[in-house]
């Protein structure tokens, strides 16, 4: 594939993200969102956590190895991202925003 002066593709490859938004919704049904950060309330150093949301916005229950799996999925397609700050992941549309710009009504 070729890449701009910048040395990002000119086509990214959204096949990626759209398989991992549906093995994600296969894996959680009902799941809307899921927002991955490493800042799990429960421990005290960097710890993966994630957070899942339905269509209502409401917290969905998961066990801790569900969770683990899918943020660890999710940090693998997007390698390159700034894990520093938390990302939520649209099922819907398969896209990862940073979560502080989605409060901040900047996302998307």
């Known amino acids: 594939m070729l890449a701009m002066p910048s040395g990002t593709l000119a086509c990214p490859d959204?096949?990626?993200?759209?398989?991992?938004?549906?093995?994600?919704?296969?894996?959680?049904?009902?799941?809307?969102?899921?927002?991955?950060?490493?800042?799990?309330?429960?421990?005290?150093?960097?710890?993966?956590?994630?957070?899942?949301k339905d269509e209502t916005g409401k917290t969905m229950e998961l066990s801790r190895t569900t969770g683990r799996v899918a943020g660890r999925w999710i940090l693998r397609v997007w390698p390159e991202v700034d894990w520093t700050r938390p990302h939520t992941f649209d099922l819907a549309d398969a896209t990862l925003t940073r979560s502080d710009l989605i409060a901040a009504g900047r996302g998307r």
């Open 14 to 52: 959204t096949g990626r993200q759209n398989r991992l938004a549906a093995q994600l919704a296969d894996m959680i049904p009902g799941a809307a969102t899921i927002r991955v950060s490493f800042s799990d309330p429960t421990q005290t150093w960097p710890h993966l956590h994630a957070v899942v």
